[in-house]
Protein backbone atom coordinates (compact mmCIF):
# COMPACT_ATOMS: atom_id res chain seq x y z
CA UNK A 1 0.00 0.00 0.00
CA UNK A 2 1.08 3.26 -0.95
CA UNK A 3 2.71 5.82 1.56
CA UNK A 4 -0.48 8.49 0.66
CA UNK A 5 -3.02 5.45 0.36
CA UNK A 6 -2.13 4.21 4.17
CA UNK A 7 -2.08 7.52 5.44
CA UNK A 8 -5.51 8.31 4.00
CA UNK A 9 -6.67 4.82 5.45
CA UNK A 10 -5.50 5.71 9.44
CA UNK A 11 -6.87 9.00 9.16
CA UNK A 12 -10.24 7.34 7.68
CA UNK A 13 -10.59 5.10 10.33
CA UNK A 14 -9.84 7.47 13.13
CA UNK A 15 -12.84 10.07 11.79
CA UNK A 16 -15.17 6.85 11.33
CA UNK A 17 -14.54 5.95 14.77
CA UNK A 18 -15.34 9.37 15.88
CA UNK A 19 -18.12 10.49 13.87
CA UNK A 20 -19.66 6.63 15.24
CA UNK A 21 -18.61 7.45 18.87
CA UNK A 22 -19.31 11.16 19.01
CA UNK A 23 -22.57 10.98 17.41
CA UNK A 24 -24.92 9.25 20.22
CA UNK A 25 -23.53 11.93 22.51
CA UNK A 26 -24.17 14.67 20.59
CA UNK A 27 -27.43 13.70 19.94
CA UNK A 28 -28.86 12.91 23.47
CA UNK A 29 -28.00 17.15 23.23
CA UNK A 30 -29.57 17.69 20.10
CA UNK A 31 -32.78 16.26 20.21
CA UNK A 32 -34.67 18.14 22.87
CA UNK A 33 -34.56 21.67 23.73
CA UNK A 34 -31.90 23.27 26.29
CA UNK A 35 -35.27 24.27 28.31
CA UNK A 36 -36.61 21.06 28.24
CA UNK A 37 -33.83 19.60 29.22
CA UNK A 38 -33.37 21.61 32.45
CA UNK A 39 -37.04 21.48 33.40
CA UNK A 40 -36.63 17.60 33.08
CA UNK A 41 -33.66 17.85 35.90
CA UNK A 42 -36.10 20.22 38.14
CA UNK A 43 -37.89 16.11 38.98
CA UNK A 44 -36.88 15.37 42.35
CA UNK A 45 -36.18 11.87 41.59
CA UNK A 46 -33.71 12.82 38.90
CA UNK A 47 -31.76 14.77 41.54
CA UNK A 48 -32.42 11.71 43.77
CA UNK A 49 -30.56 9.57 40.98
CA UNK A 50 -27.96 11.60 40.34
CA UNK A 51 -26.94 12.42 43.64
CA UNK A 52 -26.93 8.14 44.15
CA UNK A 53 -24.27 7.47 41.69
CA UNK A 54 -22.10 10.09 42.60
CA UNK A 55 -22.21 9.11 45.85
CA UNK A 56 -22.20 5.14 45.51
CA UNK A 57 -19.69 4.88 42.38
CA UNK A 58 -17.29 7.25 44.69
CA UNK A 59 -17.30 4.83 47.36
CA UNK A 60 -16.91 1.74 45.01
CA UNK A 61 -14.09 3.67 43.47
CA UNK A 62 -12.49 4.39 46.67
CA UNK A 63 -12.86 0.43 47.95
CA UNK A 64 -11.67 -0.37 44.46
CA UNK A 65 -8.77 1.63 44.64
CA UNK A 66 -7.43 0.75 48.15
CA UNK A 67 -7.93 -2.76 47.72
CA UNK A 68 -6.90 -3.29 44.95
CA UNK A 69 -3.66 -1.35 44.71
CA UNK A 70 -1.60 -3.70 46.86
CA UNK A 71 -3.55 -6.35 45.17
CA UNK A 72 -1.99 -5.26 42.01
CA UNK A 73 1.06 -4.71 43.48
CA UNK A 74 1.26 -8.10 44.89
CA UNK A 75 0.50 -9.43 41.59
CA UNK A 76 2.61 -7.58 39.26
CA UNK A 77 6.00 -8.46 41.80
CA UNK A 78 5.58 -11.47 43.02
CA UNK A 79 5.45 -15.51 41.16
CA UNK A 80 3.33 -18.53 42.61
CA UNK A 81 1.57 -21.44 41.80
CA UNK A 82 -1.81 -20.74 40.36
CA UNK A 83 -0.85 -17.30 39.39
CA UNK A 84 -2.75 -17.37 36.24
CA UNK A 85 -5.82 -18.96 37.56
CA UNK A 86 -5.92 -15.95 39.92
CA UNK A 87 -5.49 -13.53 37.71
CA UNK A 88 -8.44 -15.11 35.59
CA UNK A 89 -10.66 -14.85 38.31
CA UNK A 90 -9.99 -11.38 39.09
CA UNK A 91 -10.48 -10.17 35.86
CA UNK A 92 -13.32 -12.58 35.13
CA UNK A 93 -16.11 -10.13 36.02
CA UNK A 94 -14.80 -8.32 32.80
CA UNK A 95 -16.73 -10.55 30.51
CA UNK A 96 -20.12 -11.69 32.31
CA UNK A 97 -22.92 -9.88 31.14
CA UNK A 98 -24.24 -7.57 33.62
CA UNK A 99 -27.22 -9.45 33.78
CA UNK A 100 -25.01 -12.31 34.77
CA UNK A 101 -23.19 -10.45 37.31
CA UNK A 102 -26.39 -9.34 39.09
CA UNK A 103 -27.52 -13.12 39.17
CA UNK A 104 -23.82 -14.49 40.18
CA UNK A 105 -24.16 -11.52 43.01
CA UNK A 106 -27.61 -12.61 44.39
CA UNK A 107 -26.33 -16.31 44.40
CA UNK A 108 -23.69 -15.20 47.11
CA UNK A 109 -24.94 -12.78 48.87
CA UNK A 110 -28.49 -13.19 48.59
CA UNK A 111 -30.80 -13.67 51.30
CA UNK A 112 -30.75 -17.51 49.91
CA UNK A 113 -27.27 -17.51 48.69
CA UNK A 114 -23.83 -19.27 49.69
CA UNK A 115 -22.71 -16.20 52.16
CA UNK A 116 -26.67 -15.08 52.70
CA UNK A 117 -26.93 -16.59 56.49
CA UNK A 118 -23.52 -15.34 57.18
CA UNK A 119 -24.34 -11.87 56.17
CA UNK A 120 -27.77 -11.81 57.99
CA UNK A 121 -26.33 -13.36 61.00
CA UNK A 122 -23.61 -10.34 60.84
CA UNK A 123 -26.72 -8.10 60.87
CA UNK A 124 -25.72 -6.73 57.48
CA UNK A 125 -28.33 -5.86 54.36
CA UNK A 126 -27.46 -5.90 50.87
CA UNK A 127 -30.21 -6.36 48.69
CA UNK A 128 -32.48 -3.86 48.10
CA UNK A 129 -30.15 -1.63 50.11
CA UNK A 130 -27.93 1.54 48.96
CA UNK A 131 -24.91 -1.36 50.24
CA UNK A 132 -26.07 -3.45 47.47
CA UNK A 133 -25.81 -0.77 45.02
CA UNK A 134 -22.17 -0.30 46.40
CA UNK A 135 -21.78 -4.13 46.21
CA UNK A 136 -22.31 -4.79 42.46
CA UNK A 137 -20.46 -1.79 41.04
CA UNK A 138 -17.41 -2.79 42.76
CA UNK A 139 -17.62 -6.46 41.52
CA UNK A 140 -17.86 -5.04 37.57
CA UNK A 141 -15.47 -1.95 37.87
CA UNK A 142 -12.87 -3.53 39.95
CA UNK A 143 -11.46 -5.76 37.27
CA UNK A 144 -10.86 -2.58 35.10
CA UNK A 145 -8.10 -1.03 37.83
CA UNK A 146 -6.52 -4.27 39.11
CA UNK A 147 -5.59 -5.20 35.85
CA UNK A 148 -4.66 -1.87 34.45
CA UNK A 149 -2.75 -1.56 37.92
CA UNK A 150 -0.95 -4.86 37.65
CA UNK A 151 0.32 -4.13 34.14
CA UNK A 152 1.51 -0.07 35.10
CA UNK A 153 3.56 -1.80 37.95
CA UNK A 154 4.48 -4.60 35.88
CA UNK A 155 6.86 -2.19 33.79
CA UNK A 156 7.99 0.12 36.50
CA UNK A 157 12.03 0.18 36.12
CA UNK A 158 13.12 -2.35 38.39
CA UNK A 159 16.22 -0.55 39.34
CA UNK A 160 14.40 2.32 40.85
CA UNK A 161 12.34 -0.35 43.23
CA UNK A 162 15.90 -1.93 43.49
CA UNK A 163 17.56 1.14 44.85
CA UNK A 164 14.40 2.15 46.93
CA UNK A 165 14.86 -1.38 48.81
CA UNK A 166 18.67 -1.07 48.85
CA UNK A 167 18.59 2.42 50.22
CA UNK A 168 16.58 1.07 53.34
CA UNK A 169 12.72 1.66 52.82
CA UNK A 170 10.40 -0.82 53.69
CA UNK A 171 8.35 -2.48 50.65
CA UNK A 172 5.08 -0.67 51.60
CA UNK A 173 7.31 2.63 51.56
CA UNK A 174 8.26 2.08 48.28
CA UNK A 175 4.59 1.09 47.08
CA UNK A 176 3.56 4.01 48.64
CA UNK A 177 6.53 6.86 47.82
CA UNK A 178 8.21 5.09 44.68
CA UNK A 179 5.38 2.67 42.73
CA UNK A 180 2.03 4.44 42.86
CA UNK A 181 3.13 8.13 42.13
CA UNK A 182 5.44 6.94 39.03
CA UNK A 183 2.67 4.23 38.01
CA UNK A 184 0.03 6.76 38.73
CA UNK A 185 -0.78 7.33 34.67
CA UNK A 186 -1.43 4.30 34.56
CA UNK A 187 -3.36 3.75 37.63
CA UNK A 188 -5.37 6.94 36.47
CA UNK A 189 -6.29 5.26 33.78
CA UNK A 190 -7.57 2.06 35.36
CA UNK A 191 -9.35 4.53 37.98
CA UNK A 192 -10.77 6.28 34.67
CA UNK A 193 -12.01 3.10 33.42
CA UNK A 194 -13.36 1.60 36.75
CA UNK A 195 -15.24 5.12 37.37
CA UNK A 196 -17.14 5.20 34.21
CA UNK A 197 -18.18 1.10 34.43
CA UNK A 198 -19.07 1.87 37.53
CA UNK A 199 -21.13 4.99 36.83
CA UNK A 200 -22.81 2.83 33.84
CA UNK A 201 -24.06 -0.36 35.35
CA UNK A 202 -27.47 -1.00 34.76
CA UNK A 203 -28.05 -4.69 35.03
CA UNK A 204 -26.29 -6.16 38.32
CA UNK A 205 -27.87 -2.97 39.96
CA UNK A 206 -31.40 -3.55 38.93
CA UNK A 207 -31.34 -7.65 39.68
CA UNK A 208 -29.46 -7.27 42.95
CA UNK A 209 -30.28 -4.01 44.85
CA UNK A 210 -33.45 -2.97 43.08
CA UNK A 211 -34.52 0.13 41.69
CA UNK A 212 -36.13 2.40 44.60
CA UNK A 213 -35.59 6.40 44.34
CA UNK A 214 -33.00 7.75 46.80
CA UNK A 215 -31.80 4.05 48.09
CA UNK A 216 -30.84 1.99 44.96
CA UNK A 217 -32.39 3.97 41.64
CA UNK A 218 -29.17 5.36 40.22
CA UNK A 219 -28.93 7.34 37.28
CA UNK A 220 -29.17 4.98 34.71
CA UNK A 221 -31.81 2.99 36.33
CA UNK A 222 -33.54 6.46 36.60
CA UNK A 223 -32.98 6.95 33.05
CA UNK A 224 -34.12 3.15 32.25
CA UNK A 225 -37.75 3.77 34.17
CA UNK A 226 -38.39 7.57 32.13
CA UNK A 227 -37.56 6.17 28.84
CA UNK A 228 -41.01 4.15 28.55
CA UNK A 229 -42.75 7.27 29.37
CA UNK A 230 -41.16 10.19 29.33
CA UNK A 231 -38.23 10.65 27.22
CA UNK A 232 -37.25 14.22 26.90
CA UNK A 233 -36.75 13.19 30.93
CA UNK A 234 -34.31 10.31 29.84
CA UNK A 235 -33.07 12.43 27.66
CA UNK A 236 -31.78 14.76 30.16
CA UNK A 237 -30.82 12.28 33.02
CA UNK A 238 -28.72 11.25 30.13
CA UNK A 239 -27.05 14.49 29.34
CA UNK A 240 -26.11 15.34 32.86
CA UNK A 241 -24.45 11.85 33.07
CA UNK A 242 -22.50 12.47 29.84
CA UNK A 243 -21.31 15.44 31.77
CA UNK A 244 -20.87 14.16 35.27
CA UNK A 245 -18.97 11.59 33.31
CA UNK A 246 -16.51 13.37 31.21
CA UNK A 247 -15.67 15.71 34.25
CA UNK A 248 -14.56 13.68 36.52
CA UNK A 249 -13.18 11.32 33.52
CA UNK A 250 -11.05 14.77 32.89
CA UNK A 251 -10.17 14.89 36.74
CA UNK A 252 -9.18 11.77 36.92
CA UNK A 253 -6.83 12.23 34.05
CA UNK A 254 -5.61 15.01 35.63
CA UNK A 255 -4.12 13.53 38.24
CA UNK A 256 -2.68 11.08 36.41
CA UNK A 257 -0.60 13.97 34.32
CA UNK A 258 0.28 14.90 30.75
CA UNK A 259 0.96 10.99 29.88
CA UNK A 260 -3.14 9.96 30.80
CA UNK A 261 -4.07 12.94 28.62
CA UNK A 262 -3.23 11.01 25.33
CA UNK A 263 0.13 12.33 24.73
CA UNK A 264 2.81 10.34 23.17
CA UNK A 265 5.96 9.18 25.60
CA UNK A 266 8.67 11.25 25.40
CA UNK B 1 -1.32 -23.71 25.98
CA UNK B 2 -2.95 -19.87 25.43
CA UNK B 3 -3.30 -20.62 21.65
CA UNK B 4 -5.14 -24.53 22.47
CA UNK B 5 -7.28 -22.90 25.26
CA UNK B 6 -8.49 -20.05 22.15
CA UNK B 7 -8.73 -22.33 19.75
CA UNK B 8 -10.82 -24.40 22.23
CA UNK B 9 -12.72 -21.11 23.01
CA UNK B 10 -13.29 -20.24 19.43
CA UNK B 11 -14.48 -23.26 18.23
CA UNK B 12 -17.33 -23.40 21.19
CA UNK B 13 -18.40 -19.75 19.66
CA UNK B 14 -18.43 -21.56 16.13
CA UNK B 15 -20.53 -24.72 16.86
CA UNK B 16 -22.99 -22.17 19.00
CA UNK B 17 -23.60 -20.39 16.08
CA UNK B 18 -23.98 -23.39 13.64
CA UNK B 19 -26.08 -25.05 16.21
CA UNK B 20 -28.40 -21.80 15.89
CA UNK B 21 -28.21 -21.80 12.10
CA UNK B 22 -27.84 -25.47 11.15
CA UNK B 23 -31.45 -26.22 12.22
CA UNK B 24 -33.73 -24.38 10.02
CA UNK B 25 -34.20 -24.94 6.45
CA UNK B 26 -34.73 -22.18 4.57
CA UNK B 27 -37.74 -20.82 5.96
CA UNK B 28 -40.21 -19.25 3.35
CA UNK B 29 -42.49 -17.70 5.49
CA UNK B 30 -42.99 -14.31 6.29
CA UNK B 31 -41.30 -12.95 9.51
CA UNK B 32 -43.43 -11.63 12.29
CA UNK B 33 -42.01 -9.99 14.94
CA UNK B 34 -44.08 -9.36 18.52
CA UNK B 35 -43.56 -7.15 20.84
CA UNK B 36 -45.30 -8.71 24.12
CA UNK B 37 -45.32 -8.09 27.67
CA UNK B 38 -42.82 -9.94 30.03
CA UNK B 39 -45.82 -11.93 31.71
CA UNK B 40 -46.98 -13.53 28.41
CA UNK B 41 -43.36 -14.79 28.36
CA UNK B 42 -44.24 -18.61 28.67
CA UNK B 43 -47.80 -19.12 27.17
CA UNK B 44 -46.66 -17.11 24.15
CA UNK B 45 -43.29 -18.87 23.80
CA UNK B 46 -44.52 -22.29 23.70
CA UNK B 47 -47.26 -21.34 20.95
CA UNK B 48 -45.64 -19.10 19.06
CA UNK B 49 -42.73 -22.06 18.29
CA UNK B 50 -46.08 -24.26 16.55
CA UNK B 51 -47.75 -21.14 14.93
CA UNK B 52 -47.79 -22.21 11.30
CA UNK B 53 -48.76 -19.35 9.12
CA UNK B 54 -45.31 -17.19 10.19
CA UNK B 55 -41.98 -17.12 11.74
CA UNK B 56 -42.98 -15.68 15.08
CA UNK B 57 -39.98 -13.48 16.88
CA UNK B 58 -40.93 -12.81 20.07
CA UNK B 59 -39.91 -9.65 22.21
CA UNK B 60 -40.65 -9.75 25.85
CA UNK B 61 -40.36 -5.99 27.90
CA UNK B 62 -42.14 -3.97 30.07
CA UNK B 63 -45.25 -2.89 27.63
CA UNK B 64 -44.11 0.55 28.31
CA UNK B 65 -40.61 0.26 26.65
CA UNK B 66 -42.14 -1.20 23.57
CA UNK B 67 -44.45 1.72 23.27
CA UNK B 68 -41.68 3.79 23.74
CA UNK B 69 -39.69 2.08 20.88
CA UNK B 70 -42.91 2.35 18.91
CA UNK B 71 -42.94 6.08 19.37
CA UNK B 72 -39.16 5.99 18.48
CA UNK B 73 -39.97 4.54 14.84
CA UNK B 74 -38.68 1.50 15.71
CA UNK B 75 -42.68 -0.74 15.70
CA UNK B 76 -42.71 -4.46 15.51
CA UNK B 77 -45.51 -5.92 13.82
CA UNK B 78 -47.73 -6.64 16.42
CA UNK B 79 -47.85 -5.72 20.02
CA UNK B 80 -49.64 -8.01 22.95
CA UNK B 81 -49.93 -5.75 26.30
CA UNK B 82 -50.57 -5.87 29.56
CA UNK B 83 -52.80 -3.16 29.37
CA UNK B 84 -55.50 -1.78 27.43
CA UNK B 85 -54.34 2.02 27.78
CA UNK B 86 -51.32 1.71 26.16
CA UNK B 87 -52.80 -0.12 23.19
CA UNK B 88 -55.41 2.10 23.02
CA UNK B 89 -53.07 5.35 23.65
CA UNK B 90 -50.82 4.01 20.48
CA UNK B 91 -53.99 3.77 18.30
CA UNK B 92 -55.11 7.03 18.92
CA UNK B 93 -51.66 8.58 17.95
CA UNK B 94 -51.99 6.28 14.35
CA UNK B 95 -49.21 3.87 15.17
CA UNK B 96 -51.28 0.88 15.78
CA UNK B 97 -54.67 -0.45 14.63
CA UNK B 98 -57.22 -3.16 14.86
CA UNK B 99 -56.90 -3.02 18.72
CA UNK B 100 -58.70 -5.59 20.27
CA UNK B 101 -58.64 -7.15 24.31
CA UNK B 102 -57.54 -10.94 23.97
CA UNK B 103 -56.62 -11.80 27.57
CA UNK B 104 -57.45 -10.95 31.41
CA UNK B 105 -54.98 -11.47 34.16
CA UNK B 106 -55.70 -10.53 38.21
CA UNK B 107 -53.71 -9.27 40.50
CA UNK B 108 -52.53 -11.10 43.76
CA UNK B 109 -50.42 -10.53 46.69
CA UNK B 110 -47.27 -12.91 45.63
CA UNK B 111 -45.48 -14.15 48.68
CA UNK B 112 -43.06 -17.33 49.32
CA UNK B 113 -44.90 -20.70 50.49
CA UNK B 114 -43.48 -20.58 54.36
CA UNK B 115 -43.86 -16.73 54.59
CA UNK B 116 -45.59 -15.38 57.56
CA UNK B 117 -48.15 -13.21 55.45
CA UNK B 118 -50.77 -15.28 55.37
CA UNK B 119 -53.52 -12.76 53.80
CA UNK B 120 -53.55 -9.38 52.28
CA UNK B 121 -54.45 -7.81 55.90
CA UNK B 122 -51.40 -8.96 57.58
CA UNK B 123 -49.54 -6.79 54.65
CA UNK B 124 -49.29 -3.37 55.98
CA UNK B 125 -48.54 -4.15 59.89
CA UNK B 126 -45.62 -6.34 58.50
CA UNK B 127 -41.75 -5.77 58.39
CA UNK B 128 -42.18 -7.15 55.09
CA UNK B 129 -39.79 -5.67 52.17
CA UNK B 130 -42.19 -5.14 49.40
CA UNK B 131 -41.86 -4.73 45.63
CA UNK B 132 -44.14 -3.22 43.18
CA UNK B 133 -43.96 -2.42 39.56
CA UNK B 134 -43.03 0.86 38.29
CA UNK B 135 -45.34 3.82 38.01
CA UNK B 136 -44.79 3.19 33.74
CA UNK B 137 -45.10 -0.31 33.15
CA UNK B 138 -48.90 -1.65 33.49
CA UNK B 139 -48.11 -3.85 36.59
CA UNK B 140 -47.49 -0.87 38.30
CA UNK B 141 -50.43 1.62 37.47
CA UNK B 142 -52.76 -1.87 38.46
CA UNK B 143 -50.81 -1.71 41.45
CA UNK B 144 -51.17 2.33 42.25
CA UNK B 145 -55.13 1.43 41.24
CA UNK B 146 -55.53 -1.30 43.60
CA UNK B 147 -53.60 0.93 46.70
CA UNK B 148 -55.89 3.96 45.19
CA UNK B 149 -58.73 2.07 46.41
CA UNK B 150 -57.90 1.68 49.85
CA UNK B 151 -58.34 4.47 52.90
CA UNK B 152 -55.05 6.56 53.40
CA UNK B 153 -54.05 4.88 56.37
CA UNK B 154 -54.05 1.41 54.75
CA UNK B 155 -52.31 2.99 51.97
CA UNK B 156 -49.86 4.99 53.40
CA UNK B 157 -48.82 1.56 56.03
CA UNK B 158 -48.42 -0.32 52.58
CA UNK B 159 -46.26 1.94 50.54
CA UNK B 160 -44.21 1.91 53.73
CA UNK B 161 -43.32 -1.38 52.76
CA UNK B 162 -42.03 -0.74 49.42
CA UNK B 163 -38.27 -1.44 48.55
CA UNK B 164 -37.88 -1.29 44.86
CA UNK B 165 -40.02 -0.38 41.85
CA UNK B 166 -39.20 -2.86 39.20
CA UNK B 167 -39.60 -2.15 35.38
CA UNK B 168 -41.14 -5.50 34.46
CA UNK B 169 -43.29 -7.87 36.05
CA UNK B 170 -40.68 -11.18 35.93
CA UNK B 171 -38.12 -8.97 37.72
CA UNK B 172 -40.25 -9.00 41.31
CA UNK B 173 -40.79 -12.62 40.67
CA UNK B 174 -37.26 -13.41 40.43
CA UNK B 175 -36.53 -11.39 43.36
CA UNK B 176 -39.26 -13.65 45.68
CA UNK B 177 -37.82 -16.86 44.30
CA UNK B 178 -34.68 -15.66 45.37
CA UNK B 179 -35.40 -13.91 48.72
CA UNK B 180 -34.51 -10.90 48.19
CA UNK B 181 -38.28 -9.63 48.70
CA UNK B 182 -40.60 -10.58 51.01
CA UNK B 183 -43.93 -10.00 49.10
CA UNK B 184 -44.69 -8.45 45.46
CA UNK B 185 -47.88 -7.14 44.01
CA UNK B 186 -47.62 -9.63 40.54
CA UNK B 187 -49.60 -11.04 37.69
CA UNK B 188 -51.55 -14.53 39.19
CA UNK B 189 -50.30 -16.05 36.04
CA UNK B 190 -46.53 -14.78 36.62
CA UNK B 191 -47.03 -16.82 40.09
CA UNK B 192 -48.25 -19.91 39.12
CA UNK B 193 -45.68 -20.20 36.28
CA UNK B 194 -43.00 -19.40 39.11
CA UNK B 195 -43.66 -23.00 40.52
CA UNK B 196 -44.89 -24.42 43.71
CA UNK B 197 -42.09 -22.06 46.07
CA UNK B 198 -44.84 -19.04 45.41
CA UNK B 199 -48.48 -18.20 46.73
CA UNK B 200 -50.76 -16.09 45.51
CA UNK B 201 -52.69 -14.41 48.16
CA UNK B 202 -55.94 -13.43 46.59
CA UNK B 203 -56.73 -9.40 46.75
CA UNK B 204 -60.42 -8.33 48.26
CA UNK B 205 -62.51 -7.99 45.26
CA UNK B 206 -63.65 -4.67 45.88
CA UNK B 207 -60.08 -3.47 45.05
CA UNK B 208 -59.39 -5.75 42.53
CA UNK B 209 -58.38 -3.45 39.13
CA UNK B 210 -60.08 -5.02 36.07
CA UNK B 211 -57.24 -5.69 34.24
CA UNK B 212 -57.41 -5.98 30.22
CA UNK B 213 -54.61 -7.48 27.72
CA UNK B 214 -54.90 -5.88 24.68
CA UNK B 215 -52.97 -6.03 21.22
CA UNK B 216 -52.83 -4.53 18.29
CA UNK B 217 -50.90 -4.48 14.87
CA UNK B 218 -48.62 -1.55 13.84
CA UNK B 219 -49.93 0.28 11.06
CA UNK B 220 -46.35 0.79 9.86
CA UNK B 221 -46.52 -3.32 9.86
CA UNK B 222 -44.72 -4.65 6.37
CA UNK B 223 -47.07 -8.09 7.19
CA UNK B 224 -50.72 -6.70 8.13
CA UNK B 225 -52.62 -9.75 7.24
CA UNK B 226 -49.97 -11.83 8.68
CA UNK B 227 -50.10 -9.68 12.05
CA UNK B 228 -53.83 -10.01 12.26
CA UNK B 229 -54.00 -13.61 11.61
CA UNK B 230 -51.46 -14.47 14.94
CA UNK B 231 -53.62 -11.31 17.29
CA UNK B 232 -56.72 -13.56 16.22
CA UNK B 233 -54.79 -16.72 17.04
CA UNK B 234 -54.05 -14.95 20.22
CA UNK B 235 -57.56 -14.22 20.62
CA UNK B 236 -59.58 -17.41 20.06
CA UNK B 237 -56.92 -20.22 18.52
CA UNK B 238 -53.90 -22.48 19.78
CA UNK B 239 -52.17 -19.69 21.41
CA UNK B 240 -55.68 -18.25 23.22
CA UNK B 241 -55.24 -21.86 24.55
CA UNK B 242 -51.74 -21.82 26.01
CA UNK B 243 -53.29 -18.46 27.84
CA UNK B 244 -56.19 -19.87 29.01
CA UNK B 245 -54.17 -22.68 30.36
CA UNK B 246 -51.18 -20.51 31.70
CA UNK B 247 -54.52 -18.93 33.50
CA UNK B 248 -55.39 -15.86 31.43
CA UNK B 249 -58.95 -15.28 31.75
CA UNK B 250 -61.02 -14.70 28.24
CA UNK B 251 -61.63 -11.90 26.47
CA UNK B 252 -65.21 -11.27 27.45
CA UNK B 253 -67.68 -10.42 25.28
Redesign the interface.
Known sequence: MSRAAFGALLVGSLALSVAFLALPVAAIFLDSSPGALIASLGDPAAVDALMLSAQTTSISLAIIVAVGTPAAWLLATREFRGKAAVVTLVELPLVLPPAVAGIALLAAFGPAGVLGGAIEDAGIRLVLETAGVVVALTFVAAPFYIRQAQASFALLDPAVIDASRTLGASEARTLARIAVPTALPGLAAGAALALGRALGEFGATLIFAGSFQGITQTAPLAIYDRFATDFDGALALSAVLVCLSAGLLLAVKVVGGPESLGHARG | MAAIAGLVGLAGLVAIWAAGCGGAEADERPQLVVAAAASLREPLTECANRYQAAEVRLGFA?T??H??RI??GAPPDVLAGADARTPEALEAEGLLTGTSVFATNELVLAVPRHSGIRSFEDLGGSQA?L?VG????PIGGYTEELLARLPAEERSAILAR??????DAK?MI??LL????DAAFAYRTDVAAAGPSLRALDLPDRLLPSIAYAAGIATASEHPDEAAGFVEDVRSGRCASALREAGFGEPGP
Open positions: SGEAARQRVSPSSVRSREPGGKRGAA
